[in-house]
Structures are given as C-alpha cells and as structure tokens.
C-alpha cells in the first residue's frame, strides 16, 4: 500500500496516517470479529480525488477482546480518527465496514 499511495502522489504524511488507520482497521477486524476458527477480512484502496478512500470490511460478528489487558485498549478508533479526513464504522448482521478518507495532499 505503502508503493502504491506514493505512485499516485500521496504526501508522505498521508501515507503515514493512512498505514496507520488502514492497519488499525485491519487489527480491529481480526481481533474482534473471528474466533480461532478465523475468516476474511478485505480491503480496497482507490483514488477519489482529491482523496483516498479505503474501505476494509470483515464478515464476522463483535467479539470482546481476548486479552486480559483491556484497561489498557480501545485507542484504535481514536488512531483511524486521527489519521483521516472523515471515518465512518457500520455494524450489521453481515459484518463491519470502515471506510477511511484522507486527503492525498496536506
């Protein structure tokens, strides 16, 4: 992704947030939505000038974290926040879908 956003012009810091929001989203959807059993989680990149927007959806269902540390946990909606223009997070029966937004310029 990292390639790819520099190809079509991204500005370095937008590269930066969007690695970081993209793999917040990515980690959010693997910890809380499968088991051990696993399950898909995808992820598409384009170009919507003068943006980038990058939907990451999963299939599973919300589950509570499984680590025993959770006092220290839930800043990942903060970071994804953080690094983009406008953040949106669906919840359904069918899975979740986070769509990021994030200028390609500063």
């Known amino acids: 992704m990292r390639c790819w956003l520099s190809a079509v012009g991204a500005a370095p ?3 930066a947030d969007l690695l970081v929001a993209v793999g917040e989203a990515c980690t959010n959807a693997i910890e809380h939505a499968y088991g051990p059993g696993g399950g898909a989680v ?31 946990r839930g800043r990942g909606t903060v970071f994804m926040r953080n690094c983009s223009d ?21």
């Open 13 to 15: 810091r937008a590269v």
């Open 42 to 72: 995808t992820v598409h990149v384009e170009i919507q000038p003068p943006d980038v927007l990058a939907t990451i959806r999963d299939t599973g269902q919300w589950r509570v974290p499984r680590s025993a540390n959770r006092e220290n």
């Open 86 to 106: 406008d953040l949106r997070i669906d919840h359904d029966p069918a899975g979740t879908n986070v769509v990021i937004r994030r200028r390609l310029a500063e």
